[in-house]
C-alpha cells in the first residue's frame, strides 16, 4: 500500500521537528548541566564562610550574600596552608598537628588514611590514576575500562603467588563509586587512551569514545 503525498509531507516535517529538538538540546543540555554542576559546587564551597564569625559574613557586612565568595576564601586558606608549610615554623607547626591526630583513635585511621591518599593521587611521583586499564570484569569474556591504582601490591602478589596489579573499577554514571580489584598483570591491558577520555567515557555511559587511529579487528568499524 503506497503512502499518500500528504503521509509522506506530514513524516518529513515529524522528522524535522525531531532534528530540529535534538539540536536544541545538544545545544542547552549540555549548558544546563554545566550550570547545575558549577551552582551546586558554588554552593558547596561557599558553605566555608559558616566558619567566619557571623558579624564577619558578607551577609552581615553588606546585606546581601556573594556567590563564589567562599571559593576564594577556600584558595586564599591552602595558598596560606602551602605557604606556611614551605617553612620551619609551618613544618613544625603541622608535625605537631599529625603527632596530635595520631594519637586520637578513631581519628588517627580517618586522617592517615585521607593524608596517604591525597599524597598517593597528588604527588607528581604517583601513578595512581595515571594510566587506564581494561580488565575482565565481573567475569571472563566482559571487559570494562579501570584505573591503576598501585603498580605493586607485595603482600597480596606473595600470598597468591603472581605479580597483581591493585585495580580501580568505577561505575557509571557515577565514577566516584566503584570496586577495588587486584588482578595478575598479565590479565591486565593498558590503554592508551587518557583518564580524561576515559573519564568521559565513564560520564556518557559509553556513549562518547575516543578517536583511536590504531589498527582496528576485522569486522569492526571505527566512529
Do not use: C
Not at 59 to 80: C, K, N, R, S, T
Not at 144 to 168: C, K, N, W, Y
Amino acid at each position: 500500500m503506497e503512502e499518500s503525498p500528504e503521509t509522506t509531507e506530514s513524516l518529513s516535517t515529524a522528522q524535522r521537528l525531531r532534528r530540529y529538538l535534538i539540536a536544541g538540546l545538544l545545544i542547552w543540555l549540555p549548558v544546563l548541566v554545566t550550570v547545575f554542576v558549577l551552582q551546586f559546587l558554588v554552593a558547596l564551597v561557599d558553605r566555608t564562610l559558616l566558619f567566619l564569625p557571623e558579624n564577619s559574613r558578607p551577609e552581615a557586612l553588606l546585606g546581601f550574600g556573594i556567590p563564589g565568595l567562599g571559593l576564594l576564601l577556600a584558595v586564599i586558606v591552602l595558598l596560606a596552608t602551602g605557604l606556611a608549610a614551605t617553612n620551619l615554623v609551618g613544618r613544625e607547626l603541622i608535625r605537631w598537628w599529625e603527632s596530635l591526630m595520631k594519637r586520637i583513635p578513631l581519628v588517627r585511621s580517618l586522617y592517615s588514611g585521607t593524608k596517604t591518599f591525597t599524597e598517593t593521587v597528588l604527588s607528581d611521583k604517583g601513578q595512581a590514576f595515571q594510566r587506564v586499564l581494561m580488565v575482565e570484569y565481573p567475569r571472563k569474556g566482559i571487559w570494562t575500562i579501570a584505573f591503576q591504582t598501585a603498580q605493586q601490591m607485595q603482600e597480596p602478589s606473595h600470598r597468591a603467588g603472581r605479580d597483581l596489579v591493585g585495580v580501580f573499577v568505577p561505575t557509571t554514571p557515577n565514577p566516584t563509586s566503584g570496586f577495588i580489584i587486584m588482578i595478575p598483570r598479565e590479565d591486565v591491558i593498558f590503554l592508551e587512551m587518557s583518564v580524561e577520555e576515559a573519564m568521559r567515557v565513564i560520564l556518557t555511559l559509553g556513549v562518547v569514545t575516543p578517536a583511536w587511529r590504531g589498527h582496528l579487528p576485522a569486522g569492526a568499524s571505527q566512529t
